[in-house]
Nanobody, 121 residues
């Protein structure tokens, strides 16, 4: 079992910055993917940024150039630096991890509880 704990959400004016952090803990064998999704009211959850083991970080077109995700594989953490925030970035942001409990185990998907980001105009 893997637990994901997010922190760093809040209220910011348009053009401002926020940094989100996510830490994975529990019985971790191998995290194959980790990243961030978001869900705005009345909309589906969408990818913000994610990395898959062996690949580079993938960003949504809407955040490319403004958001930067960094990760610490040794600590099983990912951070999301969000700059030049826009009102349309307002959403609940969820940390995600794909985890294998053994070398031949399937990848199971885990989600954090979510952290609110509100950008005022």
């Amino acid at each position: 079992q893997v637990q994901l704990v997010e922190s760093g959400g809040g209220l910011v004016q348009a053009g401002g910055s926020l940094r989100l952090s996510c830490a994975a803990s529990g019985s971790i064998f191998r995290i194959n993917a980790m990243g961030w999704y978001r869900q705005a009211p009345g909309k589906q959850r969408e990818l913000v940024a994610t990395f898959i083991s062996g690949s580079s970080t993938n960003y949504a077109a809407s955040v490319k150039g403004r958001f930067t995700m960094s990760r610490d594989n040794a600590k099983n953490t990912v951070d999301l630096q969000m700059n030049n925030l826009k009102p349309e970035d307002t959403a609940v942001y969820f940390c995600y991890a794909g985890h294998q409990s053994g070398p031949y185990s399937p990848v199971l998907h885990y989600w954090g509880q979510g952290t609110q980001v509100t950008v005022s105009s």
